[in-house]
């Protein structure tokens, strides 16, 4: 898959042909760059947030505290009207200047995110990851600048569907941020740049990428709640809105390995399970995934992710290059060191030796990259520089389906017949009329994938 970066430090030609069609097109309209990079001459960028939880408050109120002026928040949507009203609660404290939500804007369904996309210049999309790609789809026909979360879909028809999107989207002259903030943070930015620019640990033979950690919350069925209802609140359990754990959130650190490596595994083979996660409540996602990818000229990433208490966790990335090791890790302590495993690199976070900064302090030294997020995107909307990230948004959370079809099948995946397949998970249409795509039995127990086995109705891969 041809997948552009579109960091600031990677400008290609592609980008400056982009950049001058751009350009072009401003001219032939007669308006300044500047203002045509809002709405029809305005100097104002109406935002609009799609799915209202803790991700898409925390985005809002980013993109409302950049220095960038005439940005306030216009409508806002959830699937559940309590959700918008209590996000917009909060956004009022936070940023009361910036919050300008008639009532009459705030709306709620699974088809309000429609209602938002039409009112507003940028939308910030924010639901589970199932609705992306039609959101992003929406989004993109309606010419609208876009700040989305990762992961951009669950399965593989969705990643098509945003790859094709994405293109739109550079047809269009549209700016997308996609949420993998790791590629926002100073502490990995000056490492790849060590790897890519300095050579310091030559080229990349080797890594480890893990996301081991606790679990998550858990949103029990309210009686008056149907069952599709139900899932869509409590999303992370299902496949189909979530992609299971290794997509919503060891994608970080897949990305990482992709973003460092240059591009996507050809190939990829794992196991995983379900130990700690023993009750019918907890749907269908695994509790744990372990995922050998291979690159081109054989370069293996090992990658873990577990959801289980009372064991070692640990959330960071590792390479191996035949010059040396680079250790890389959220908290800015990030270091290369040489095959006699002497340290001849260390992060400074805001140019401090990171052992002088306790723990989580260090990355406080450092800009917010969920900030940095937003600052960008409006940055590049202001001056109408190319910007969308779509493209490695999309062959990241391909990366993470690929290693999920890997565990749930047992067996072994190409990147091309994983990126092609036909298996839906998430329906293109959901209507609070829709039957969900899974049900419980009997037995309240849902259909869960068992390697090798064919269980009716459970997502096989
Ligand atoms: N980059 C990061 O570090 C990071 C951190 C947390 C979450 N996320 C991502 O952000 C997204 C949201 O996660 P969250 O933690 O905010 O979850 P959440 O459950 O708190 O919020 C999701 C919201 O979307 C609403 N929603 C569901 N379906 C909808 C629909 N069809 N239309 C409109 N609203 C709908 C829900 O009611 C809920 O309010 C996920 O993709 C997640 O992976 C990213």
């Known amino acids: 898959m041809n997948t552009p970066t579109t960091t600031p430090a990677a400008a290609t030609s592609r980008r400056k042909f982009i950049g001058t069609t751009a350009a072009a097109t401003v001219a032939s309209t007669g308006l300044t760059v500047a203002q045509s990079a809002n709405v029809a001459g305005s100097d104002q960028i109406k935002v609009g947030l799609i ?29 559940f009207k309590e959700k918008a009203d209590g996000a917009l609660s909060n956004l009022r404290n936070k940023v009361p200047d910036k ?42 026909n ?18 098509r569907k945003v790859l094709e999107m994405a293109k739109v989207a550079d047809e269009k002259n549209l700016k997308v941020v996609v949420g993998l903030q790791r590629r926002y943070q100073n502490c990995y930015r000056e490492a790849l740049a060590q790897v890519k620019e300095q050579g310091l640990i030559g080229d990349i033979v080797s890594g ?26 409590n999303w992370y359990f299902f496949t189909w809105l979530c992609g299971d754990h290794i997509n919503e959130q060891h994608i970080h650190n897949i990305d990482v390995a992709n973003w460092f490596i240059g591009g996507h595994p050809v190939s990829a083979q794992g196991m995983g399970g379900r130990m700690q996660r023993t009750e019918a409540k907890f749907g269908q996602i695994y509790d744990h995934h372990y995922v050998e990818y291979t690159y081109e000229n054989g ?24 010059k040396g090791k680079i250790y890389l890790d959220n908290s800015g302590r990030c270091y290369v060191n040489n095959l006699k495993g002497e340290t001849i690199w260390k992060y400074r976070p805001g140019g401090k030796d990171i052992g002088d900064v306790k723990g989580k302090a260090a990355k406080r030294l450092d800009p917010d990259p969920y900030q940095t997020e937003h600052d960008t995107l409006q940055a590049a909307i202001r001056d109408n520089t190319p910007l969308n990230n779509a493209y490695y948004g999309a062959e990241s959370t391909m990366t993470a389906v690929m290693g999920r079809m890997a565990t749930y099948s047992g067996k072994e995946l190409k990147w ?16 609070p009329e829709s039957e969900p795509p899974v049900s419980p039995g009997a037995d309240g127990w849902y259909p869960i994938a068992i390697p090798g086995k064919d269980i009716p109705g459970a997502p096989v891969i």
């Open 51 to 79: 799915g209202c939880g803790g991700r898409g408050t925390g985005a809002a109120s980013q993109a409302l505290s950049t220095k960038q002026e005439g940005v306030f928040l216009h409508a806002v949507a959830d699937a």
């Open 142 to 159: 309606a010419g609208k600048n876009i700040f989305m979360e990762k992961p951009v879909a669950v399965d593989s028809p969705g990643v």
């Open 416 to 431: 091309e017949d994983a990126l092609n397949s036909k298996v839906q998970h998430m329906p293109a249409i959901i209507t």
């Open 99 to 140: 919050v300008k939500v008639d009532d009459a804007r705030i709306f709620a369904g699974t088809d309000a995110y429609q209602k938002v996309i039409e009112s507003c210049d940028l939308v910030i999309l924010t639901t589970p990851p199932g609705f992306r790609p039609y959101h992003f789809e929406a989004a993109v």
């Open 299 to 322: 370069v293996r990433v090992n990658s873990q992710c577990r959801h289980q208490s009372g064991v070692a966790n640990a959330v960071r990335e590792e390479f191996t290059g035949t």
């Open 208 to 233: 480890q990428v893990y996301w081991n950690g606790g679990g998550i919350w858990f949103r029990d069925k309210r009686p008056d709640q149907s069952e599709l209802m139900y899932q869509i609140n």
